[in-house]
């Protein structure tokens, strides 16, 4: 079954230093979105991403971040100066199509720990 | 956002059904109601969506009440596997999911 792949599992960083989260979403898939989660809170929207462009972000998603599609496999989430904050589990989702007649599909995850 | 409400835990016995609630009084004819799950320490997994009609696929299935304004997601005969937080979701077309703090589902074996 097809499936999202997000690396690296574990990333610990210095607080300051540029991170860049990297995910293959489904070959197929058009529609592309990053989502965090923080230790025992909620699942949070940070961005959606299509036809290259962002097409929605969220008040989270400030200037330290940006997504790029580089080479049309794979999908990536750059935050350029690593807050203490950021510490959390980001979560890349793809779709097939837009609308809410289709489901999303998650990676695995990865932890970021900011030191 | 239109809002949904679970119950914050619910258990069950292995090899049992299992009947998550979900209330969403608010919700609009264009809403799709979507089911996800996360099991410790992975990313959210589909479950199963609908609009009106009940909906059957091979994890779950989906009662939707004649008012759409609650919805039951059953699992037919829980495993350990099913151990989860379990989100009920609105879709309204709006491109991003909006996570609640959903069901944590226990399975006493």
């Known amino acids: 079954e097809p499936e999202v792949t997000q690396t690296p599992s574990h990333q610990v960083t210095q607080m300051g230093q540029e991170v860049i989260l990297r995910c293959v979403p489904i070959s197929n898939h058009l529609y592309f979105y990053w989502y965090r989660q923080i230790l025992g809170q909620k699942v949070e929207f940070l961005v959606s991403f299509y036809n290259n462009e962002i097409s929605e972000k969220s008040e989270i998603f400030d200037d330290q971040f940006s997504v790029e599609r580089p080479d049309g496999s794979n999908f990536t989430l750059k935050i350029r100066s690593t807050k203490l904050e950021d510490s959390a589990m980001y979560f890349c989702a793809s779709q097939r199509e837009q609308g809410p007649n289709t489901e999303a599909f998650f990676g695995q995850g990865t932890r970021l720990t900011v030191v | 956002d239109a809002k949904t409400t679970q119950p914050n835990s619910m258990e069950s016995n292995e090899e049992e059904p299992v009947h998550l609630p979900c209330n969403h009084s608010t919700i609009s004819g264009t809403d799709y109601i979507h089911w996800y799950r996360q099991l410790p320490s992975q990313g959210p997994e589909y479950v199963i969506h609908?609009?009106?009609s009940n909906v059957n696929n091979r994890m779950a299935s989906l009662a939707i009440a004649e008012d759409r304004k609650s919805s039951t997601l059953i699992l037919h005969r829980a495993t350990l596997r099913d151990a989860a937080v379990y989100y009920c979701i609105l879709n309204f077309g709006n491109e991003k999911l909006t996570f609640g703090t959903g069901t944590r589902l226990t399975i006493i074996p």
């Open positions: 609908g609009l009106t």
